[in-house]
């Protein structure tokens, strides 16, 4: 009885063992079959250190193909603490070379991790403080391959360009915007090591390329963005104002050309530039009082709903219009007399648009307010941008009705002045405002996305655009904008003095000036806007002082579009304080002692005693007294 208890015991005892025996191989086959590779791969993310390498931002283009973003090659410091032999030897030297607090450094390279990169104390050093470091031969101490972001053209296009930070992601401007594109995927360089960080031999080292990140390609034309960075940048420097701002667009299609705004900033540096100008893009965040120029807006709606014929129509200036036992006065003492409506706009008759405002009645007026897109924002795709302020239909009086007829009592932004400008002579489309024409695959150069044309809406006919932009030319050759007034080109456009208030009372003294203008007037290929915010030094009428900028900018952007000049031009009306334009003689074949001019200054250049060349051409016409070139041989 006992032997059989006995035996049952061990047959119960061999059975475990066996049990367990086969357990534990069973385990270890399983180990060495099933998960051999995951634990391979444990053992592998244990022993790798992994060296990071910076992938490249993707290039942002003109539409010209000019790099306006680009990448240098740099390096980086990484550190594998348990390789230090002497903390306090490399945080001295580590300090001292990359000018930062020894502290702080040695704090970093003790910790107890497996590598450490070194930031922002050791990002994107120069090329001499890495040959320093790589001198010292700092056991546990490497350089790797980074990316620094950089802008060519220094402050060109700044506050709409943006910046990137420390680790390449985009913090402001189209960087920060289109970062999903422009941003790479970061690769690295990995390294089997011990727990004390000493390389494992019979192991290779493994590479995982970096990707760069995609192209982008703006609307923005270089020569014009160029071009208008100049303007703006003399404006500021001559009249001290507080800001000017400027936007070049393409009114057929809403391709921005130019962006520009001063007081600027260099994006290769924006730590060194107040806060308040690297966060403000002007203009598509600025809001103030449009003035005379959102007249545009006005006269359209007047013609839209043939509340007047502007050739046959009549209206008498006598200086001012009670509206709400309140005078609103003309900028002309005493007014403008009898005028048909075309000269309304001409002369800029505040009184003349309360009237138009009157016929339009409150409701049809604080429609086209809103259907030309005032008080909602254009859709541009640049960050940052506002949307005005609107009264609400509620508070939308006889006398808000009257004053936002000439641009006052509302408050717009410069983006949304000029896609309603432009769909004034654009046969009346409102347009979505656009900077990114398309984005490119970095290394088959296919595009992956493609921007295009959007219509918000019909806002006037095609008809009614056509009269627009006869208005419009008025203005320039006839009107308050002839000094915007270009030899040859048909040139439309509309003034603005706006005076601006602070906490709801108009501040004496204290203007933004503003010149809207687009060319031709026959086919509109640019328009043109700018404003200057309280200019120190000269008269604060828009006219005098934003018109010849806008004239500038329209003169040459016109050249590089291609644009060539037109016929049926409506011929200036020059006043005592204009300087007229004289046809250029022929002097070719002239001896050089007959050779005179009472309107021109005549400059030789070259021997001999023939003319054999002259600039400006036979027949070009140019202000009075100005020089022509004469070449000899």
């Not at 260099?266 to 965040?285: F, H, K, T």
């Not at 717009?412 to 432009?422: G, K, R, Y």
């Not at 020059?574 to 250029?584: A, G, I, R, S």
Request: include cysteine; proline fraction near 4%; charge should be positive.
């Amino acid at each position: 009885m006992i032997f059989n208890q006995m035996r049952k015991k061990l047959i119960l005892i061999r059975f475990i063992l066996f049990s367990l025996l086969v357990a534990v191989f069973g385990k270890l086959a399983y180990s060495q079959t099933i998960l051999n590779s995951n634990l391979q791969k444990l053992a592998n993310d244990l022993w790798e250190r992994s060296f990071p390498i910076e992938a490249p931002r993707g290039i942002i283009y003109d539409r010209n193909g000019i790099a306006l973003a680009i990448n240098l090659p740099v390096m980086s410091v990484v550190v594998i603490p348990f390789q230090l032999e002497d903390p306090e030897y490399v945080a001295t030297h580590l300090a001292r070379i990359l000018k930062a607090n020894k502290d702080k450094i040695k704090e970093k390279i003790t910790k107890r991790v497996s590598i450490v990169r070194l930031q922002p104390e050791g990002r994107q050093i120069s090329i001499e403080q890495a040959d320093e470091i790589a001198s010292l031969n700092m056991k546990g101490v490497y350089l790797v391959q980074d990316s620094l972001r950089y802008y060519p053209y220094g402050e060109l296009m700044a506050a709409t360009m943006g910046f990137v930070g420390i680790d390449n992601q985009g913090l402001a401007g189209l960087e920060a915007s289109y970062d999903k594109y422009l941003r790479g995927k970061n690769g690295s360089l990995n390294y089997k090591m011990d727990a004390k960080g000493n390389l494992l031999k019979g192991y290779e080292s493994r590479f995982v390329a970096p990707v760069s990140g995609m192209s982008v390609v703006l609307t923005i034309d270089y020569h014009i963005q160029a071009l208008v960075e100049r303007e703006l940048k003399n404006a500021y420097i001559k009249y001290q104002p507080e800001s000017c701002l400027a936007i070049a667009m393409n009114p057929k299609t809403g391709e921005i050309l130019a962006l520009a705004s001063q007081p600027s900033f260099d994006p290769n540096d924006y730590q060194s530039a107040p806060q308040e100008i690297y966060n403000r893009n002007l203009p598509v965040w600025m809001n103030y009082e449009p003035g005379s120029t959102f007249k545009v807006v006005t006269f359209a709606a007047g013609i839209e709903e043939k509340v007047f014929d502007m050739y046959k129509d009549t209206y008498y200036d006598r200086g001012f219009e009670i509206v709400g036992g309140k005078a609103i006065k003309s900028w002309k003492k005493g007014g403008h007399g009898l005028q048909t409506f075309l000269q309304v706009i001409q002369n800029s008759s505040n009184p003349g648009f309360v009237e138009i405002s009157r016929r339009l009645g409150n409701d049809r007026m604080y429609e086209y307010i809103k259907r030309f897109g005032f008080g909602e924002r254009t859709g541009i795709d640049i960050v940052g941008e506002s949307k005005g302020i609107v009264f609400s239909k509620e508070k939308f009086g006889p006398l808000e009705q009257a004053t936002s007829s000439f641009g006052q009592g509302i408050s717009v932004t410069p983006i949304q002045l000029v896609t309603a400008f432009s769909a004034t002579i654009n046969g009346g489309e409102l347009l979505q405002p656009y900077v990114l024409e398309s984005v490119i695959h970095p290394t088959t150069h296919d595009i992956v996305y493609s921007n295009k044309k959007t219509v918000r809406r019909q806002v006037i006919s095609k008809e009614t655009s056509d009269q627009m932009r006869i208005a419009l030319e008025h203005v320039v050759s006839l009107g308050t904008g002839r000094n915007s007034f270009i030899d040859g080109y048909r040139v439309g456009g509309k003034t603005g003095t706006a005076q601006k208030a602070k906490d709801g009372v108009y501040l004496q003294g204290n203007y933004i000036l503003s010149f809207i203008g687009g060319a031709p007037m026959n086919d509109p290929g640019i328009v043109v806007y700018v404003a200057i915010d309280n200019p120190k030094t000269s008269i604060q009428y828009g006219g005098t002082v934003v018109a010849p900028i806008v004239r500038n900018i329209l003169t040459e952007s016109l050249s590089i579009l291609g644009i060539g000049k037109q016929q049926g031009q409506i011929e200036k009306n020059y006043t005592w304080m204009d300087t007229k334009l004289f046809e250029v003689p022929n002097f070719i074949g002239m001896e050089k002692s007959k050779v005179k001019s009472r309107n021109f200054k005549i400059v030789f250049v070259g021997e001999g005693n023939v003319v054999i060349d002259q600039v400006p051409k036979v027949g070009e016409r140019q202000e009075q007294y100005k020089e022509v070139i004469v070449m000899l041989g």
